[in-house]
């Protein structure tokens, strides 16, 4: 992989993604975006990975995108199709970073170890679980800079928090903290500064012991179930059992728990 200023690691069945910009607090630059899609893809394609942490170097999370790339201007596009606008450049969707998340079906944590603001924010709430840090700052505000979220916040937080108070986040354009988070669903769960990346690795490790099968079927069906009617998705699951049931980890997982021990599941 050929990541600028990103790190990518695999400990055991987790990959840790790192925004390693520090001196930037992990500004985000048109570079990254692709080279966040390319780490969620090798983490896609990797049979031994089970989930995912991303977090970020130094004392923040991410500060959102780099204004002073976007403030250089756009590039000339003309001819070159399946692109959009992304922080006054170009991006093709097949590299943009928000897509490639939300289609990734291994479970993704973000462990917010400092300040998450605007795109960054956008970037924690696409994961499926968030650790943060005691008094860290999370922050939209978009409308204070004249444009929208958009790295996938206007899908996300109706959903997450609900309509009224994803409008006032997005309308007001406030800071608030990890605790005022916690309360309002948008994070899993407030730690200690430093605490933040081993708890998030101790839930990776727990979610990576389980069925890897099981857990990549569940995110999926949850992720289709947004979008579609109670019957038809009821339908999906049970198609989706059918092929659980044929497979290895469902067979080793009713052994161990006839023979009363922790499962060792292959993904098979």
Known sequence: MNLKDLRYER??????????????????????????????????????????????????????????????????????????????????????????????????????????????????????LRIAAAGAKLGLMFAKRGVVPDGGGTWLLPRLVGWAKAAELVFLGEVITAEQGLAYGLVNRVVPQGEVL??????????????????????????????????EHVDRVVLALQRLFQSRDFQEGVQAFVERREPVFEGR
Do not use: Y
């Not at 839930?203 to 947004?226: C, D, F, H, Y």
């Open 198 to 231: 081993p708890e998030a690795m101790r839930w990776a490790e727990a979610i990576a012991a389980n069925s890897p099968l099981a857990v990549q079927t569940a995110k999926r069906l949850m992720r289709q179930g947004l979008n579609e009617p109670f019957a």
């Open 11 to 128: 400990q055991g069945h987790v990959a840790v993604i790192t925004l390693d910009r520090p001196d930037r607090l992990n500004a985000i630059s048109q570079a990254m975006v692709a080279g966040l899609a390319e780490a969620f893809r090798t983490a896609a394609d990797d049979r031994d990975v089970r989930c995912v942490v991303l977090t970020g170097a130094g004392k923040g999370f991410c500060s959102g995108l780099d204004l002073k790339e976007a403030a250089a201007g756009p590039v000339e596009t003309s001819g070159q199709a399946g692109l959009r606008p992304f922080n006054g450049r170009m991006v093709g969707l097949g590299d943009f970073a928000p897509i490639v998340l939300h289609q990734l079906d291994k479970p993704v944590i973000a462990a917010v170890n400092g300040a998450a603001a605007g795109w960054g924010l956008d970037l924690a709430l696409a994961c499926d």
